[in-house]
Nanobody
Framework: QVQLVESGGGLVQPGGSLRLSCAASGSLFRIYTMGWYRQAPGKQRELVAAISSGGRINYADSVKGRFTISRDNAKSTVWLQMSSLKIDDTAVYYC?????????????WGQGTQVTVSS
């Protein structure tokens, strides 16, 4: 069973930055599409950003120009660099991954990390 472990969440002021990390177990990370999803209270979980095994990237319109997703296959790690954070970015952020078709959701999930944007 693949395990995804997130870190890097916390409390930040509007306009600030945070970097989330997700480390994966196993030896097949390089063929996984990896993504970050978020869920705010009372809302559905939504895609934030995803990166394919070949390096193609997909961003939600709400984060384009502010967030950057990247991966290092040698470290089995994916990151989400978040800048110019807004109060609306407050949510639990989840790492997701696996072998997928297109940008569909993978079978593996992390436990989630809280990001709170507040003054």
């Amino acid at each position: 069973q693949v395990q995804l472990v997130e870190s890097g969440g916390g409390l930040v002021q509007p306009g600030g930055s945070l970097r989330l990390s997700c480390a994966a177990s196993g030896s097949l990370f390089r063929i996984y599409t990896m993504g970050w999803y978020r869920q705010a209270p009372g809302k559905q979980r939504e895609l934030v950003a995803a990166i394919s095994s070949g390096g193609r990237i997909n961003y939600a319109d709400s984060v384009k120009g502010r967030f950057t997703i990247s991966r290092d296959n040698a470290k089995s790690t994916v990151w989400l660099q978040m800048s110019s954070l807004k109060i609306d970015d407050t949510a639990v952020y989840y790492c997701n991954g696996g072998v997928t078709t297109g940008w569909s959701i993978g079978p593996y999930w992390g436990q989630g990390t809280q990001v709170t944007v507040s003054s």
